[in-house]
Structures are given as structure tokens and as C-alpha cells.
């Protein structure tokens, strides 16, 4: 492996935020500009995990301006087809832009982002050389958009999506997937996704 971004081991990789979905059960509201914790969604990620990267992408329908007048740097792209086919449409989609042949998916909705993740993700990967993925595993509950991906993977993508078969959990099976395990005891929500979810990770947030 080659030095990359700020002395990190690993080859040169693109940071993909996955915010390509309808948020219905957030009543539509766009979860990346929302205030989870103490910042907004987009500015937390983004300052977590922009040194680690070579390039920051949002893969969404929808605000793309705004969020290029919060980060000016930031690239955006839409899904391939349209119709909400979910995060295996959005990754697959995101080979047509982006330079790097590895991309770090996040979720937009994600509220814990672990210290060295993208390492720890290519050590996973790097454990064997079928593996063409390996995601994040949080106290033993598996958050498969949470997840490093080989442009290789191109191919299974396509064809899972060509059978309607959107299921990460199937597709990754086939691509020989990792895990990198991480432990956080504090941790409720992994991931938000109704406002009664958003007000009880604020309740818990503020009593520890």
C-alpha cells in the first residue's frame, strides 16, 4: 500500500455521504442538514473524516446547493436511475464520478463516527484478497452502509440491481465482505431515523 491522504497507509479514497433517500419516516426532512448532536449532519461527517480522504461526495436528489454554499468543496451526484432504489443504487451510481478506486460510504444518518475507521476498514479489506468490501460492525450489530468498497465491486452491484435485488446484506455475501468490529458502550441510535428516535438520542446525549 501507498501513502495517501496526510500519511495515512492505505490507497488514495473518496468519502461518498449517502443521502439519496425520501426520509418518510422523518417526514421528509433532509436529514443531512439536520442537527443530531451539536452540528449539522453534513459539517459533522465532514470535519471527521476530510483529512483522511482525497475527496468528499454527497450522493443526493436534492439541496445540492446548499450544501455547496456550507462546504464549497463538496461534489455532489444523483443516483443513476431515479425512483429511491436505495444505498446499493447510490453506491453503484457513485463509480460514474468519482476518481479514487476505493469509496468510504456513510450513511447521512449515522450519529457515531469511530476514530480510524477508513484504517481499520482497509485492514479488514485487507485480510483477503477476494474481498472487494468490508464494513462497520458496532456493538455487534451490523451497519452495512457503513462500508468500504472496491471499484471491482462494480460489476456484482449492477447485477444485483439489474434482478431487483437491493439487499446490501445479499449483495455484499458475493463480494467476499470483512468486518471491522468497533465498541461503543454510550451509544443508543447507531443511526436516526424518526423524529421519536432524533428526540431520544438528544434526551440520552444530554443526560450523559
Known amino acids: 500500500m501507498k501513502n495517501s491522504v496526510k500519511n495515512s497507509i492505505y490507497p488514495d479514497t473518496d468519502l461518498v455521504i449517502l443521502a439519496g433517500g425520501q426520509a418518510r419516516r422523518m417526514n421528509g426532512l ?5 442537527k443530531f448532536d ?3 449532519q453534513l459539517i459533522k ?10 475527496q ?11 450544501y455547496q454554499k456550507i462546504i464549497p468543496s463538496i461534489h455532489c451526484y444523483q ?13 453503484k451510481s457513485a463509480w460514474s464520478h468519482v476518481q479514487a478506486d476505493y469509496v468510504l460510504f456513510v450513511p447521512c ?6 476514530p480510524k475507521v477508513i484504517l481499520k476498514l482497509h485492514l479488514a479489506l485487507a485480510k483477503n484478497s477476494l474481498a472487494e468490501v468490508a464494513y462497520v460492525e458496532m456493538n455487534g450489530t451490523a451497519l ?11 460489476a456484482s452491484f449492477t447485477h444485483h440491481l439489474e434482478q431487483k435485488q437491493r439487499s446490501l446484506k445479499h449483495c455484499f455475501a458475493d463480494l467476499h465482505a470483512q468486518v471491522a468490529h468497533f465498541t461503543n458502550h454510550a451509544l443508543f441510535f447507531h443511526s436516526i431515523n424518526s423524529p421519536d428516535e432524533l428526540q431520544q438520542h438528544q434526551q440520552i ?4
Open 109 to 114: 444518518d449515522v450519529t457515531y463516527i469511530p
Open 79 to 91: 443516483d443513476d436511475e431515479q425512483g429511491f432504489l436505495g444505498p446499493l443504487m447510490g453506491m
Open 56 to 66: 468528499v461526495w454527497i450522493n443526493s436528489h436534492r439541496d445540492d446547493s446548499i
Open 144 to 154: 452495512y452502509p457503513f462500508c468500504l468498497v472496491k471499484r471491482s465491486s462494480l
Open 45 to 54: 461527517i465532514h470535519q471527521q473524516l476530510k483529512s483522511d480522504v482525497a
Open 30 to 34: 433532509n436529514k443531512l442538514l439536520q
Open 38 to 40: 451539536d452540528q449539522i
Open 205 to 208: 446525549k444530554f443526560l450523559h
